[in-house]
């Protein structure tokens, strides 16, 4: 039982981080990749390595296993959620220096600014969860301080663009990572 649930925590670790990779092409549209997005990726499979590393060399519990592949399941909600809200906006790759040209606030981002980093951040906690290891920790904080720098450059550019009146209104409304009510 233990390597059928090691087995599923993997592929499913593995198939979300997929949908994440298919949007720095399928989906965001910068024309190249900044290094700050470099450094993210670098984080993202870092944390990956260190996570599969985890689950196959350690005992987890069934019951923090079932729930972690639910989490990271749940993750992909959000994600998806995201990616048809800002389909049209064209958004562009974390770190980009070109001023955004559109406001999305429809779907998840009415309540949530950054939807993306928050969908992120839900999927490396429930994989976290699913290893049962302090260590996992790690990776969970150096993705969350990675997301928030490039949330808050996005900020500051949104702030100095031809929004920055309706952004600032926005914040009012919007959480950064999670829901503001």
Not at 85 to 90: H, K, V
Not at 140 to 168: C, D, K, P, Q, W
Request: charged fraction near 10%; hydrophobic fraction near 55%.
């Amino acid at each position: 039982m233990a390597f059928v649930l090691d087995l599923l925590v993997s592929l499913v670790g593995l198939g979300v981080f997929a949908q994440h990779v298919w949007a720095l092409r399928g989906h965001f549209a910068s024309s190249h990749m900044t290094n700050g997005a470099r450094a993210i990726s670098g984080g993202a499979l870092l944390s990956c390595l260190i996570m599969l590393a985890l689950v196959w060399t350690r005992s987890q519990p069934i019951g923090a296993q079932i729930a972690g592949i639910a989490i990271m399941l749940a993750s992909l909600t959000l994600f998806w959620s995201a990616v048809r809200a800002s389909a049209e906006a064209r958004l562009r790759f974390a770190f980009d220096e070109a001023l955004p040209q559109s406001l999305v606030t429809i779907g998840p981002y009415r309540r949530i600014r950054h939807p993306f980093y928050a969908s992120y951040l839900v999927f490396w906690l429930g994989w976290a969860l699913s290893t049962w290891s302090l260590w996992s920790l790690l990776p969970v904080i150096l993705m969350a301080v990675l997301y928030t720098i490039a949330a808050r450059y996005e900020e500051g550019l949104l702030g100095r663009s031809g929004m920055a009146e309706a952004y600032t209104a926005y914040r009012q409304q919007a959480g950064l990572f999670w829901p503001k009510f």
